[in-house]
């Protein structure tokens, strides 16, 4: 094993397992060729920066990552979902007036990035979780890079608000990656067929919600980002919420959501303070709740 991979690691960590890690390195790679050394030498940088970072799986951050990974992930495809109605609505707008001009290859660049990030937030939700957060990540990086395409001949000099709402999306697309691996949700959807299924409701659903209202005359805020939240919610399930027991655990899951909100200007500031205000609420009972539930026992 190169000896570099070990230095990787905190000092305290090296000592007390450096031997153990080299051992499961060797058996790991014994007779294997170049790709698996690499995956197994890419598992162990991994492990490296993790405890480096402070979100291991027996540490804190790691606990906190875990229980704002699946949130995250929700926003995420809530946000991309959000957006593809949008732009999908307009495009349909446009095609009904006729107008149809230099705008159109770039809407259409729009909607398979956002297209890209929903199916990937999904694809994660469903248990392929690296493969689908890279997805939605390089799907939220294509948005933001599509959105400067306007202003490309122009210095660029974009006020701290902008810097946001072009950051914001793809830290949210990317925060479930510090989710170490032994605290992801297994599985829910297992095979081929199931996924392209799962797929193919969500981009459904969108379709289905175009349809109703390409205008966006209804209630824009529930109907567009509500109906995408809440499905997708469901498909994080149960073991989502049961993840969090803490006040910062659900201030941590809580915390995508309101991020996306309030860059990207779907809502005022005062909702904002509500919202928060509803999480301050939440976590006093969630904490009276677990005093409750811990109380003294009598003895037999």
């Keep these: 094993m190169n000896p570099v991979l070990l230095r990787l690691y905190p000092a305290g960590f090296r000592r007390a397992f450096g031997g153990e890690i080299a051992e499961s390195y060797r ?3 014994e007779g294997a ?45 809530a946000y991309a979902a959000f957006n593809l109605i949008g732009t999908v609505g307009d495009w349909y707008v446009m095609r009904t007036a006729g107008a149809d001009g230099a705008a159109g290859p770039l809407m259409t ?4 990035c956002y297209l890209l990030t929903l199916i990937g937030a999904v694809i994660a939700l469903a248990g392929r979780h690296v493969p689908g957060v890279l997805c939605a990540v390089a799907g939220t990086v294509g948005g933001a890079a599509e959105f400067l395409y ?29 989710c170490p691996p032994d605290l992801r949700p297994e599985r829910r959807v297992r095979g081929t067929a199931g996924l392209l299924a799962l797929v193919a409701w969500a981009v459904l659903l969108v379709g289905v919600m175009v349809v109703t209202d390409p205008l966006g005359i209804g209630l824009v805020l529930p109907w567009r980002f509500g109906v995408p939240l809440a499905a997708a919610l469901v498909l994080a399930g149960r073991p989502a919420f049961a993840g969090i027991r803490s ?16 860059f990207s200007g779907w809502v005022d500031a ?24 811990s109380g003294p026992v009598n003895p037999a």
Excluded: K
């Excluded at 660029?156 to 925060?175: H, I, K, N, R």
């Excluded at 909702?271 to 969630?286: D, K, N, P, R």
């Design 150 to 178: 306007p202003i490309r001949h122009e210095p660029l000099e974009l006020p701290w608000g902008a810097v946001g709402f072009l950051l914001a999306p793809v830290l949210m697309a990317a925060l479930p990656l510090a």
């Design 247 to 262: 006040t910062a655990g659900l201030a941590f899951a809580a915390a995508p959501l309101l991020v996306t909100l309030s």
């Design 27 to 29: 058996e790991a790679t």
């Design 109 to 112: 660049l729009t909607n398979g």
């Design 270 to 293: 005062d909702e904002i303070l509500t919202a928060v205000g509803a999480l301050a609420l939440a976590a006093v009972a969630l904490r009276i709740g677990r005093r409750a539930g």
């Design 33 to 77: 060729g170049p790709r698996a050394r690499m995956r197994e030498a890419a598992d162990i940088v991994a492990h490296a920066l993790r405890l480096r970072l402070g979100i291991g799986s027996a540490q804190p951050g790691g606990r906190l990552s875990a229980c704002a990974a699946p949130f995250a992930l929700a926003a995420t495809a």
